[in-house]
């Protein structure tokens, strides 16, 4: 089992930044491919980046070259950094655990609760 907690939602102005963070408690975090989705209200969950180490990591088109993801094994946590943010990144934000790094939420095996950011105009 691994549990995952983010933190570090909120709200910001447009144009501003954020830094999200998932701790994770449980079993070995380095063994897992980790994943950022997204929410927002009557959509679909949305692949936002995954990161099986800090030289394989992946961002949807949608965020490239504004949101970053990376992880420190040390400390258990991964992270996006967003910078940039658009209102149409306003969003529940999750992290996830699974084994492959790919974009497909339904291939991750343990999720967090989510943290709310929202992006104003």
């Known amino acids: 089992q691994v549990q995952l907690v983010e933190s570090g939602g909120g709200l910001v102005q447009a144009g501003g930044s954020l830094r999200l963070s998932c701790a994770a408690s449980?079993?070995?975090?380095?063994?897992?491919?980790m994943g950022w989705f997204r929410q927002a209200p009557g959509k679909e969950r949305e692949f936002v980046a995954t990161a099986l180490s800090s030289a394989a990591a992946y961002v949807a088109d949608s965020v490239k070259g504004r949101f970053t993801i990376s992880r420190d094994n040390a400390k258990n946590t991964l992270y996006l950094q967003m910078n940039s943010l658009k209102p149409e990144d306003t969003a529940v934000y999750y992290c996830?655990?699974?084994?492959?790094?790919?974009?497909?939420?339904?291939?991750?095996?343990?999720w967090g609760q989510g943290t709310q950011v929202t992006v104003s105009s």
């Open positions: 449980g079993r070995t975090f380095s063994d897992y491919a």
């Open positions: 996830a655990a699974g084994v492959h790094p790919v974009s497909r939420a339904a291939m991750y095996d343990y």
